[in-house]
């Protein structure tokens, strides 16, 4: 072979290469908003789908005063707001300050313990709706707190409380609307139920 056709050409080659411009801007993505439940605030976290089946489950929704205690990473308030309620009317009570700080874009969030506002708040407020996954410590006390701080405040319609309770959970004004599968909580096998009291 001639070396000739091992030898470079006299000038540089160069490839016209034309910028593109009619690509489609590519969407931002959002980051993923991780949620670390601490062992000890006994959060169980309500599934989206479970939330949104206790809200279908209040009499009225809307401009009705409503309470969510022990509201945790929001998904009942998220199911609320998703219904039509309005946000403006919604109060939301957490004790753990990491997860009440996460809770503002719902509604009003009251940054303390459960039973310690509903000790200086009855007589003083009144809810219509309550929609509620207590801690299972003490699911009693929280339900019993929660009656406490239920009237009518004005409107026609009669109050409602809807709660996620343990299956052992015995109220005798409570209508029990659905047994929860032992796998609904991610973090613990326990039998649950929804109820109402009207």
């Not at 990491?98 to 009855?122: D, H, K, M, P, T």
């Not at 996954?133 to 409380?161: I, Q, T, W, Y």
């Not at 343990?166 to 929804?194: N, Q």
Request: glycine share 6%; net charge positive; aromatic share 6%.
């Amino acid at each position: 072979m001639k070396a000739a056709v091992y030898s470079r050409p006299a000038k540089p080659l160069v490839i016209p290469v034309r910028r593109r411009r009619d690509f489609e801007a590519l969407p931002k993505a959002a980051p993923v908003e991780i949620v670390a439940v601490d062992k000890a605030t006994e959060c169980h976290v309500t599934p989206p789908e479970v939330a949104a089946r206790m809200v279908g489950y209040l009499d009225c929704i809307g401009d009705y005063q409503t309470l969510e205690p022990s509201a945790g990473t929001g998904n009942l308030s998220r199911a609320l707001l998703a219904a039509g309620h309005s946000r403006y009317e919604l109060t939301q009570v957490e004790r753990h300050h990491r997860l009440a700080s996460g809770l503002y874009q719902f509604g009003a969030v009251i940054n303390r313990c459960f039973l310690e506002y509903a000790a200086e708040a009855r007589g003083k407020v009144q809810f219509l709706n309550v929609v509620m996954n207590p801690p299972f410590s003490e699911v009693r006390k929280h339900v019993a707190a929660a009656l406490s701080l239920m009237g009518r405040n004005g409107h026609d319609e009669s109050p409602c409380l809807v709660a996620l309770v343990p299956v052992t959970f015995r109220h005798p004004s409570a209508e029990e609307l659905e047994t929860l599968p032992s796998d609904t909580f991610a973090t613990a096998k326990v039998h649950t139920k929804i109820i109402r009291i009207r």
